[in-house]
Each structure stands twice: as structure tokens, then as C-alpha cells.
């Protein structure tokens, strides 16, 4: 009498043959985690959650390590953030000044060696720029993740590295990021577009904060000047008051404000000058969504058009 329990002479060969098969051996070689469940990939900044989200679709799970409504610039490590880094498999960092922080959370937590993707290592950056600040020529500007050059740039970096990281995957992150960067260069496309039959823009503009000089470089503008000492740090009376003589030397003719950060001194500054002000949005509130960015570069575009356009 046959063991029902043993496999047939049959079943054996087959059972035999699947183990051998290339699927099998890939998932035998597979990480653990690979096995497992979907990749876990930690992320510090709104922007860089809507790059890993349009890049792994639904093949892996973006986790913010700040929870929504906290500002970057003023954010301090957490207990429980700290604690979440521990479930993940990669923290994806802008790694060039914006998210510090990271770096003492990773080596706080339960894995200290935790694969770390710097979104920017082929991004070229910019110096910081604006004498108030002190450190022109001699500290990067972070905000790579304002402009779409950048962005995509970025992305392509995230989905090589998850490739690597997840081999079986690979082919669908570089899909997702090839179609996410054509979304992008739609987006500019059509800002440039708006511009064909524009004059050239040749006026001077100045910023409240140093964070968009890579976004208006894809419109050829240069920023003359930069108000705020650090982001958040309203002037004192002494530096609004040289910021009020350097926008009239310098004739800046527009000011790029602070869509999430409003001060009552930027009125002053427009009173006093009679330079046209447009908010730009910072894309670091609100609720992590994979459309956030596109959403909120298009509206930083056209406001871009609008000023240029009015400026004509």
C-alpha cells in the first residue's frame, strides 16, 4: 500500500525540477527580505516621498521617518521616528544638508549600518548664495528638490540603487522612473512653452530664502540677493534695512516669497522697494502623497511664468 503522505515517482521529478527552475534560484538567492514581504524604503523629505512612491508603484512600501506637519528645518529627532528606522530596509536622504538629522537617527536606531541612497550623488549643485547668510561659495544649497532637472536626476539615482537592492524589480523601477521623468519634462516643457514669444528675462530678482536657485536656473534667472539670514530667521531691523538698500542698488525688480512661511516683513520690503512679490511653495507640508511634488512644481512653474510674463 502507497503512503499517501510520500510523493509519487512523478510528483518527485516535478517537485525536483521546480526546484532548479531560474525562478526558484532566484528566490533562493534572493535577500530575506526579499522573500519575505515588499522592500521598506525610508524617506526624510515630502519631495523624496514622491519620488520613491512613483518609482516602486505598489512592489514596495515608502515609509516617512518625519510624520507629516513637521518642518524640516526645525525638526529634532524623536523617540518613536528613531524607533521606525529599525523596520526599514534603505532610508533614501537628500544627504546634502537637508536632512541631517538622518545620519544621528540611523546610528541611533536598531541598525546602525542601514543602507543609505544619497539622492543627489550625481545631482551637480549649487553654493549657497546671499551675503546675509554668510556662507557663499562655501556651503551647497540643498535644495535640489525644487527644480525638475534635479528631480529627475534624483530619481533616476533611487530606482538604480532599489534595482540593486532588489533584482527581481529592477526592470519596473527603471519603467517607473523613465515614465515619472517624462511626466516632469512635460511639466517644464510647457512652462518654457509659455515663454517662446516672451522677451527674454533679463531682471534681477532676490529670494526670502535661499532654496530656489535651481528651480529659477531652468528659466535662466540668477538670484542678486537672499533676505533671510536661515530659513525661518526673520532679519533684525539693522539687516532688513541693508536688505531694503541692496534691492534698490541692485534694482531686483521681483522677490520670491514663502508660500508656507508668510512674514509681515516681506510687506515692508515691497512697500519700501516697489518690487513685485510671488510666493513659491517650499513642497515640504502637508500630507506625504505620491503626487505632492508634481502638483506643487507645476504651481511653482507657473508662478515662475506669471512673474516673468508680468515682469515683460
Given at each position: 500500500?502507497?503512503?499517501?503522505?510520500k510523493?509519487?515517482?512523478?510528483?518527485?521529478?516535478?517537485?525536483?525540477?521546480?526546484?532548479?527552475?531560474?525562478?526558484?534560484?532566484?528566490?533562493?538567492?534572493?535577500?530575506?527580505?526579499?522573500?519575505?514581504?515588499?522592500?521598506?524604503?525610508?524617506v526624510?523629505?515630502?519631495?523624496?516621498?514622491?519620488?520613491?512612491a512613483n518609482?516602486?508603484g505598489?512592489?514596495a512600501?515608502?515609509v516617512?521617518?518625519?510624520?507629516?506637519?513637521?518642518?524640516?528645518?526645525a525638526?529634532?529627532?524623536?523617540?518613536?521616528?528613531?524607533?521606525?528606522?529599525?523596520?526599514?530596509?534603505?532610508?533614501?536622504?537628500?544627504?546634502?544638508g537637508?536632512d541631517?538629522?538622518?545620519?544621528?537617527?540611523?546610528?541611533?536606531?536598531?541598525?546602525?549600518?542601514?543602507?543609505?541612497?544619497?539622492?543627489?550623488?550625481?545631482?551637480?549643485?549649487?553654493?549657497?548664495?546671499?551675503?546675509?547668510?554668510g556662507?557663499?561659495?562655501?556651503?551647497?544649497?540643498?535644495?535640489?528638490?525644487?527644480s525638475?532637472?534635479?528631480?529627475i536626476?534624483?530619481?533616476?539615482?533611487?530606482?538604480?540603487e532599489?534595482?540593486?537592492?532588489?533584482?527581481?524589480?529592477?526592470?519596473?523601477?527603471t519603467?517607473?522612473?523613465?515614465?515619472?521623468?517624462?511626466k516632469?519634462?512635460?511639466?517644464?516643457?510647457d512652462?518654457l512653452?509659455?515663454?517662446a514669444?516672451?522677451?527674454?528675462?533679463?531682471?534681477?530678482i532676490a529670494?526670502?530664502?535661499?532654496?530656489?536657485?535651481y528651480?529659477?536656473?531652468?528659466f535662466?534667472?540668477?538670484?542678486?540677493?537672499?533676505?533671510e539670514?536661515?530659513?525661518?530667521?526673520?532679519?533684525?531691523?539693522?539687516?532688513?534695512?541693508?536688505?531694503i538698500?541692496?534691492?534698490r542698488?541692485?534694482?531686483?525688480k521681483?522677490i520670491?516669497?514663502e508660500?508656507?512661511?508668510?512674514?509681515?516683513?516681506?510687506?515692508?520690503?515691497?512697500?519700501?522697494?516697489?518690487?513685485?512679490?510671488?510666493?513659491?511653495?517650499h513642497?515640504?507640508?502637508g500630507?506625504?502623497?505620491?503626487?505632492k511634488?508634481?502638483?506643487e512644481?507645476?504651481?511653482?512653474?507657473?508662478?515662475?511664468?506669471?512673474?516673468i510674463?508680468?515682469?515683460?
Amino acid at each position: 500500500m502507497q503512503d499517501r503522505h510520500k510523493p509519487s515517482a512523478r510528483r518527485r521529478t516535478l517537485l525536483s525540477a521546480l526546484a532548479w527552475s531560474p525562478l526558484a534560484l532566484c528566490a533562493a538567492s534572493a535577500p530575506a527580505w526579499a522573500q519575505a514581504r515588499k522592500l521598506r524604503v525610508g524617506v526624510t523629505l515630502h519631495p523624496y516621498y514622491s519620488y520613491v512612491a512613483n518609482v516602486v508603484g505598489e512592489l514596495a512600501e515608502v515609509v516617512p521617518v518625519i510624520p507629516a506637519g513637521f518642518n524640516p528645518h526645525a525638526y529634532e529627532p524623536r523617540t518613536e521616528d528613531i524607533k521606525r528606522i529599525g523596520s526599514l530596509d534603505v532610508i533614501v536622504l537628500n544627504g546634502v544638508g537637508h536632512d541631517d538629522f538622518a545620519g544621528r537617527m540611523v546610528k541611533a536606531s536598531e541598525k546602525p549600518d542601514l543602507k543609505v541612497i544619497e539622492a543627489n550623488a550625481q545631482v551637480p549643485l549649487l553654493a549657497a548664495v546671499g551675503t546675509g547668510r554668510g556662507t557663499s561659495g562655501k556651503v551647497v544649497n540643498p535644495h535640489t528638490f525644487l527644480s525638475v532637472t534635479a528631480s529627475i536626476s534624483q530619481v533616476n539615482t533611487i530606482a538604480r540603487e532599489l534595482g540593486k537592492l532588489d533584482p527581481s524589480n529592477a526592470p519596473a523601477y527603471t519603467n517607473n522612473a523613465r515614465a515619472y521623468a517624462q511626466k516632469l519634462r512635460k511639466l517644464r516643457a510647457d512652462a518654457l512653452g509659455q515663454l517662446a514669444k516672451a522677451p527674454g528675462a533679463d531682471f534681477r530678482i532676490a529670494t526670502i530664502h535661499g532654496a530656489y536657485d535651481y528651480l529659477l536656473r531652468e528659466f535662466g534667472l540668477e538670484v542678486a540677493a537672499v533676505v533671510e539670514p536661515a530659513h525661518g530667521i526673520e532679519p533684525s531691523p539693522s539687516q532688513l534695512k541693508g536688505t531694503i538698500d541692496q534691492i534698490r542698488s541692485l534694482d531686483v525688480k521681483v522677490i520670491f516669497s514663502e508660500m508656507d512661511f508668510p512674514s509681515a516683513y516681506v510687506d515692508t520690503i515691497r512697500r519700501e522697494t516697489g518690487v513685485r512679490l510671488y510666493a513659491l511653495t517650499h513642497i515640504s507640508h502637508g500630507a506625504y502623497t505620491a503626487d505632492k511634488f508634481e502638483k506643487e512644481i507645476a504651481r511653482n512653474l507657473a508662478t515662475v511664468v506669471r512673474a516673468i510674463q508680468e515682469s515683460a
